[in-house]
Protein backbone atom coordinates (compact mmCIF):
# COMPACT_ATOMS: atom_id res chain seq x y z
CA UNK A 1 0.00 0.00 0.00
CA UNK A 2 1.32 3.24 -0.86
CA UNK A 3 1.80 5.97 1.92
CA UNK A 4 -0.86 7.65 0.98
CA UNK A 5 -3.54 8.25 4.12
CA UNK A 6 -6.11 8.80 1.15
CA UNK A 7 -5.51 6.48 -2.23
CA UNK A 8 -6.70 8.19 -5.16
CA UNK A 9 -8.65 6.53 -8.12
CA UNK A 10 -8.53 7.80 -11.80
CA UNK A 11 -10.38 6.39 -14.73
CA UNK A 12 -10.70 7.77 -18.43
CA UNK A 13 -13.76 5.91 -19.85
CA UNK A 14 -15.41 5.80 -23.58
CA UNK A 15 -18.86 5.80 -21.83
CA UNK A 16 -20.98 9.08 -21.07
CA UNK A 17 -21.32 10.58 -18.17
CA UNK A 18 -25.08 9.81 -17.74
CA UNK A 19 -24.47 6.53 -18.58
CA UNK A 20 -21.48 5.59 -16.12
CA UNK A 21 -24.00 7.12 -13.07
CA UNK A 22 -26.58 5.31 -14.34
CA UNK A 23 -24.48 2.32 -14.08
CA UNK A 24 -23.63 3.22 -10.58
CA UNK A 25 -27.12 3.56 -9.52
CA UNK A 26 -27.89 0.69 -10.75
CA UNK A 27 -25.11 -1.46 -9.65
CA UNK A 28 -25.54 -0.05 -6.14
CA UNK A 29 -29.23 -0.58 -6.12
CA UNK A 30 -28.61 -4.31 -6.75
CA UNK A 31 -29.07 -6.28 -3.35
CA UNK A 32 -26.69 -8.91 -4.43
CA UNK A 33 -23.30 -5.93 -5.09
CA UNK A 34 -20.82 -6.30 -2.53
CA UNK A 35 -20.80 -2.22 -2.59
CA UNK A 36 -24.35 0.52 -1.43
CA UNK A 37 -24.32 3.83 -2.65
CA UNK A 38 -25.25 6.58 -4.54
CA UNK A 39 -24.99 8.38 -7.56
CA UNK A 40 -26.53 11.71 -8.70
CA UNK A 41 -25.52 14.45 -11.35
CA UNK A 42 -22.21 14.12 -11.24
CA UNK A 43 -20.95 12.86 -8.27
CA UNK A 44 -21.52 9.27 -6.06
CA UNK A 45 -20.50 7.74 -3.32
CA UNK A 46 -20.25 3.99 -2.96
CA UNK A 47 -19.76 2.01 0.42
CA UNK A 48 -19.54 -1.02 2.03
CA UNK A 49 -22.96 -2.74 2.95
CA UNK A 50 -24.45 -1.13 6.38
CA UNK A 51 -23.51 -4.78 8.06
CA UNK A 52 -20.07 -4.78 7.01
CA UNK A 53 -19.34 -1.38 8.43
CA UNK A 54 -16.54 -0.50 11.43
CA UNK A 55 -15.39 2.82 12.27
CA UNK A 56 -12.04 1.98 9.65
CA UNK A 57 -14.43 1.11 6.55
CA UNK A 58 -13.36 3.06 3.70
CA UNK A 59 -15.52 5.01 1.45
CA UNK A 60 -14.94 6.33 -1.96
CA UNK A 61 -15.84 9.48 -3.33
CA UNK A 62 -16.22 10.12 -7.02
CA UNK A 63 -16.10 13.13 -9.04
CA UNK A 64 -17.37 12.43 -13.18
CA UNK A 65 -16.18 15.18 -15.38
CA UNK A 66 -16.80 14.91 -18.89
CA UNK A 67 -13.41 15.32 -21.20
CA UNK A 68 -12.41 15.70 -24.24
CA UNK A 69 -11.45 11.88 -24.70
CA UNK A 70 -14.24 10.68 -22.48
CA UNK A 71 -15.07 10.75 -19.77
CA UNK A 72 -12.62 10.85 -16.45
CA UNK A 73 -13.81 9.40 -13.20
CA UNK A 74 -11.49 10.61 -10.22
CA UNK A 75 -12.06 9.55 -6.60
CA UNK A 76 -10.70 9.44 -3.13
CA UNK A 77 -10.56 6.57 -0.96
CA UNK A 78 -10.50 7.38 2.52
CA UNK A 79 -12.72 7.41 5.73
CA UNK A 80 -16.23 8.79 6.35
CA UNK A 81 -16.22 12.30 6.85
CA UNK A 82 -16.97 12.10 10.76
CA UNK A 83 -13.62 9.46 11.09
CA UNK A 84 -11.87 11.99 8.63
CA UNK A 85 -12.83 15.05 10.26
CA UNK A 86 -12.20 13.58 13.56
CA UNK A 87 -8.70 12.69 12.93
CA UNK A 88 -8.20 16.38 11.31
CA UNK A 89 -9.26 17.84 14.21
CA UNK A 90 -6.68 15.70 16.29
CA UNK A 91 -4.24 16.60 14.61
CA UNK A 92 -4.88 20.23 14.68
CA UNK A 93 -5.53 20.46 18.37
CA UNK A 94 -2.20 18.63 18.95
CA UNK A 95 -0.10 20.56 16.73
CA UNK A 96 -1.96 24.23 17.98
CA UNK A 97 -0.65 22.93 21.68
CA UNK A 98 2.67 21.63 20.60
CA UNK A 99 3.11 24.67 19.12
CA UNK A 100 1.67 27.37 21.93
CA UNK A 101 4.00 25.05 24.10
CA UNK A 102 7.20 25.71 22.14
CA UNK A 103 6.70 29.37 21.92
CA UNK A 104 5.94 29.59 25.42
CA UNK A 105 8.99 27.95 26.88
CA UNK A 106 10.91 29.81 24.34
CA UNK A 107 9.96 33.10 26.09
CA UNK A 108 10.38 31.80 29.28
CA UNK A 109 14.20 30.37 28.34
CA UNK A 110 14.41 34.33 27.01
CA UNK A 111 13.33 35.78 29.90
CA UNK A 112 15.88 32.87 32.06
CA UNK A 113 12.61 31.27 33.71
CA UNK A 114 12.15 27.88 34.16
CA UNK A 115 10.41 26.51 31.19
CA UNK A 116 8.69 23.03 32.59
CA UNK A 117 5.67 23.58 29.78
CA UNK A 118 8.36 22.41 27.38
CA UNK A 119 7.59 18.72 28.41
CA UNK A 120 4.79 18.85 26.47
CA UNK A 121 6.33 19.70 22.96
CA UNK A 122 7.49 16.14 22.84
CA UNK A 123 4.38 14.65 24.27
CA UNK A 124 2.42 16.27 21.33
CA UNK A 125 4.69 15.20 19.04
CA UNK A 126 4.11 11.69 20.21
CA UNK A 127 0.65 11.77 20.73
CA UNK A 128 0.58 12.40 16.68
CA UNK A 129 2.74 9.62 16.03
CA UNK A 130 0.12 7.74 17.87
CA UNK A 131 -2.88 9.03 15.88
CA UNK A 132 -0.80 8.35 12.87
CA UNK A 133 -0.31 5.07 13.25
CA UNK A 134 -3.69 4.62 14.31
CA UNK A 135 -4.38 6.20 11.03
CA UNK A 136 -2.02 3.24 9.55
CA UNK A 137 -3.51 0.54 11.54
CA UNK A 138 -7.50 1.68 10.33
CA UNK A 139 -6.04 1.55 6.88
CA UNK A 140 -4.25 -1.55 6.90
CA UNK A 141 -7.61 -3.40 8.56
CA UNK A 142 -9.52 -1.70 5.48
CA UNK A 143 -6.99 -2.89 2.70
CA UNK A 144 -9.79 -5.49 1.56
CA UNK A 145 -12.49 -3.08 1.55
CA UNK A 146 -10.37 -0.83 -0.32
CA UNK A 147 -9.45 -3.51 -3.23
CA UNK A 148 -13.42 -4.09 -3.08
CA UNK A 149 -14.37 -0.47 -4.06
CA UNK A 150 -11.80 -0.15 -6.80
CA UNK A 151 -12.98 -3.65 -8.01
CA UNK A 152 -16.50 -2.50 -7.91
CA UNK A 153 -15.90 1.10 -9.87
CA UNK A 154 -13.53 -1.41 -12.27
CA UNK A 155 -16.17 -3.32 -13.46
CA UNK A 156 -18.70 -1.04 -13.38
CA UNK A 157 -17.30 1.41 -16.13
CA UNK A 158 -15.90 -1.54 -18.31
CA UNK A 159 -16.80 -0.53 -21.86
Not at 64 to 86: K, L, Y
Request: net charge positive; with cysteine; proline share 5%.
Amino acid sequence: MSAELRPRVKIISKLGKAEIVNRIKKKVEDPNSPCKGWAKGDHALICAPVNERRIWTPQLNLQIDDISEGTEVRGVIGPSSNVWTAFAFTFSILGFIGFVALFWGLSLLSLDSPAEILWVVPITLVLILGVYILARIGQQLSLDQVRELRKFVESTLQD
